[in-house]
């Protein structure tokens, strides 16, 4: 009978020769989601972050593809979405995706919706499903203080329109191609940011630097005034003015300030006015107002967001005495901001004021509209 020795040690030879192999051998990649779901909807694989200047944390945002991403031309635009008060950044993101894909602007434009966090303790009321909760290396704010241009709590605080310019910068480095930056606010995220311009940063380098704001509850008013309709230049109720896509039919609007026994002696403090500006805001009722002025901005309302029924969500709208100075319901205040802006403030460049019909209070309808179309995506650069 022939030995088995020399086949065992021909076998051992070979087990460890596969082993050193192995070891030698480069660890696979981690598998992780196809980054090409990030064109059509928004995943935990679209999700990007950044560390926040003065170690203030890290902040995260949905992104339409990765920096150096090899399966598409490089962006030359970025379009950032600003979620609501619920902080539905995945919502918004994909608002924002279908509104790139109407346009057939996917290829060459970069999607973003950042996500403001707050602590999961305290964010019962301004919560979505799907999006990430707050980690503990993540800069957080109050559910209202992100919206407010508030610091972000923590040891080392940032305040959330701060914050908004590190995301550019962080932008423009991380795709380097970029040369327009839209950013579109809706609802909450319409109102901060609305708010933010007059207190933003500079752009980084050769990138222009632009606005749509569609749909806010109130807006920063620059001046005491406040609106009042007319007709054939009498004073008359909104209610005469129309509504949807018929406001402000044959009105028109004159301003002027409450009268001083007005109940609403607040009407003109931040975040209604330049009244008791915030000293981390960094800017003067002045400078806040030369800087709006001087910003390319543009406006989007739904058509109808403009009553009290269900879609138009009236009951979250602000209805305090200072709110409803600027009008009944948010069609109505954006018109009547826009008249206020065009006679008062002389803004240095043309705005437009766009109107998407069929479209109440949902940044599903009114982003992704063909009314949209040329205020989110400018001429390719």
């Keep these: 009978m022939p030995s088995i020795r020399p086949l065992r040690s021909l076998l051992l030879l070979f087990l460890a020769i596969s082993v050193e192999a192995l070891a030698q051998a480069p660890a696979p990649e981690p598998v992780t989601a196809d980054a090409s779901v990030c064109r059509h909807r928004a995943d935990t694989a679209c999700l990007q972050s950044f560390n926040l200047p003065g170690d203030a944390g890290r902040m995260r945002y949905y992104a339409s593809q990765a920096p150096g991403a090899s399966n598409g031309a490089m962006p030359r635009s970025a379009l950032v979405v600003m979620h609501g008060h619920p902080r539905d950044a995945n919502r918004s993101f994909e608002a924002g995706l279908r509104a790139a894909e109407g346009a057939q602007r996917l290829q060459d434009t ?41 610091p972000s709590l923590g040891p080392h605080p940032i305040g959330s329109f701060a914050a908004l310019d590190a995301l550019v910068a962080e932008l423009v480095q991380r795709w380097p191609g970029l040369r327009s930056v839209t950013l579109a606010g809706f609802s909450a995220g319409a109102q901060m940011l609305q708010h933010s311009v007059a207190f933003a940063a500079d752009a980084p380098g050769s990138v222009t630097l632009r606005y749509v704001i569609a749909d806010p509850g109130t807006w920063l008013y620059f001046d005491p005034v406040r ?45 209604y006015g330049l009244q008791d500006l915030p000293g981390h805001l960094g800017r003067d009722a002045a ?58 403030l002389a803004p240095q460049r043309p705005r437009r004021f766009v109107v998407a019909p069929d479209c109440a209070h949902d940044v599903a309808c009114v982003l992704p509209s063909l009314a949209a179309r040329p205020l989110l995506f400018p001429p390719a650069p």
């Design 287 to 344: 400078a806040a107002r030369a800087r709006y002025a001087a910003a390319q901005i543009d406006y989007l309302e739904g058509a109808l967001d403009s009553s009290a029924d269900k879609g138009a969500f009236y009951p979250i709208l602000d209805k305090s005495c200072a709110a409803m100075l600027q009008g009944p319901f948010r069609l109505q205040r954006g018109h009547a901001f826009a008249a206020y802006e065009r006679e008062l």
């Design 110 to 150: 970069l999607v973003i919706a950042p996500l403001y966090q707050v602590p999961e303790d305290q964010a019962a009321h301004c919560h979505s499903r799907g999006v990430p909760a707050a980690g503990s290396a993540d800069a957080a704010w109050t559910c209202a203080g992100w919206l407010s241009g508030e």
């Design 227 to 271: 609106p009042q309709p007319q007709m054939a230049g009498q004073s008359t109720d909104w209610a005469a003015c129309g509504t949807g896509a018929a406001f402000p039919g044959a009105c028109s609007f004159v301003f002027h300030a409450p009268p001083a026994a007005s109940a609403c002696p607040g009407h003109d403090r931040w975040k």
